[in-house]
């Protein structure tokens, strides 16, 4: 199984600010089989990023994916109040999914 | 528009059998996959397992295999999770969704708790 390391834990920033998230794979996730999530409590993840960099459907363009192998990152631009949430990465490998443990993006 | 729909909130003993539905609209129900998504309080989500809508094929993560099913039902556009030998462990927010390799529509989410 592929276990997903993110860091930081808790991102500490001000609206306006940039946002860089890792995503670290045990081995290497094909570009095509990772995606990033955003959640907010209470609510289900809503997804962000599919294929490593791909937006989804409604995604503003201030969210934007990188990586390959086993270094991902999700990057929010100009941070807007409603992004402080909690992300998760994503992969598929052999018919079975893992996902991260999540960084907090909370307000400093 | 696409939604799926869960069942609602359920408590259970331990030893007993919970079974969550997951009605879809908005898109033919056979063209995707369905998958089941747990999360525990405080904790990341955790993959189940998936049935194929269309030919009701199943994969199941090695953790629940042999007490958890899931099922479909097409005529109604419904999945089902049915996760046996409930344990304290188990309590979770248990959520469907949609996708093949992310997953783009979820669920509400159901809450399963198991408390003697």
């Known amino acids: 199984e592929i276990v997903l390391t993110q860091s930081p834990g808790t991102l500490s920033l001000s609206p306006g600010d940039r946002a860089t998230l890792s995503c670290r794979a045990s081995?290497?996730?094909?570009?095509?089989?990772l995606a990033w999530y955003q959640q907010k409590p209470g609510q289900a993840p809503r997804l962000l990023i599919y294929?490593?960099?791909s937006r989804a459907t409604g995604i503003p363009d201030r969210f934007s994916g990188s990586g390959s192998g086993t270094d991902f990152s999700l990057t929010i631009n100009r941070l807007e109040p409603e992004d402080f949430a909690v992300y998760y990465c994503?992969?598929?490998?052999?018919?079975?999914?893992?996902f991260g443990q999540g960084t907090k993006l909370e307000i400093k | 528009q696409v939604q799926l729909v869960q069942s609602g909130a359920d408590m259970k003993k331990p030893g007993a059998s919970v079974k969550v539905s997951c009605e879809a609209s908005?898109?033919?129900?056979?063209?995707?996959?369905i998958h089941w998504v747990r999360q525990a309080p405080g904790q990341g989500p955790e993959w189940m397992g998936r049935?194929?809508?269309?030919?009701?094929?199943?994969k199941y993560s090695l953790k629940f295999q042999g007490r958890l099913a899931i099922t479909r039902e097409t005529s109604a556009n419904t999945a089902y999770m049915e996760l046996n030998s409930l344990r304290s462990e188990d309590t979770a927010v248990y959520f469907c969704?949609?996708?093949?390799?992310?997953?783009?529509?979820w669920g509400q989410g159901t809450l399963v708790t198991v408390s003697s």
């Open positions: 969704a949609r996708g093949a390799v992310s997953f783009d529509y």
């Open positions: 908005g898109y033919i129900f056979t063209n995707y996959e």
């Open positions: 049935i194929n809508s269309a030919d009701g094929h199943t």
């Open positions: 081995q290497s996730v094909s570009s095509r089989f």
């Open positions: 294929a490593a960099s």
């Open positions: 994503q992969q598929y490998s052999n018919s079975l999914y893992t």
